[in-house]
């Protein structure tokens, strides 16, 4: 008797946890991080998991089209609820920044065609990083619309790993830091922020908008893995003071969330200001993103010491 009630207890309980499970699939999927250290950046308080599931929100979100939008001058937001896509367009076709996972291309499509532009017309095709829920849409971009696919020199080995249906993932030209990309009149900059991977790039163009030119920033994710090795220390380092540097009117990210997507859009068409011109929330996402690698060292060290 006490045996059967105590597996019956034990039954009880792993069906709460599987249903807990199940309520955030994206999170079991990838193994969630760790709910320590907390941090507090401008009154508002941030774990490593609290920040993945902020990032990818469900799996329907990362699959269910954002109203397609323009957010300044020649850029247009074509991605998911939670996973960015970007078109550039210019007189001589469009570049597109994150192809995100190979099943969102097709919506891809569509929201290009929503806003009244040809996907077939995407020359240039660009990443933030080498993560699939980024760049594992390149090569089907690249069958559907012909598009050079241009890529970081660091994230090349990442790139060439990630084969969705065994196909290859294509590179037809490999950049290092501070490279331009050009297409009809366009300009983007590669900058090499490295930390989240090996090649992170985060993107600057200006653009124009009511006679105004103003700088844009394409961010790439600033989030630091569980495991912080020295090497990756360094890169974080690095990228952190780089990013203070870069001129920005206008900051985006390869998650809506890194930028307050979804509260911007509400805004538009409201007053005479762009929302997305936001100079005073540039740097937040980098400055929540540093504050926690910092708290993660301090516990990596501690935990460390004899
Ligand atoms: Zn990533």
Redo the contacts with the bound molecule.
Sequence with gaps: MKALFRSNVLVVLLGVSSVGFAAQPSLAQRGAPPDQPAVTVRGQTYTPRSILARNMGTEEDQTTAFPPHKVIGNVYYVGTKTLSSFLITTPEGHILINSTYERNVRTIEQSVAQLGFKFGDIRILLGT?A?N??QEGDALTKELTGAQVVVMREDVPALEAMKPGGKTHPIDRVLRDGDHVTLGGTTLVAHLTAG??RGCTTWTMTTQEGGKIFNVVFAC?Y?APANVTPEIENEFNRTFKLLHSLPCDVPLG?HPAQYNMVAKYARLGAGALNPFIDPANCWLEAEIQEVMFRAQLEMQRKSTRP
């Design positions: 990083h993560h829920d980024h989240h991977t994710s989030r390869d």
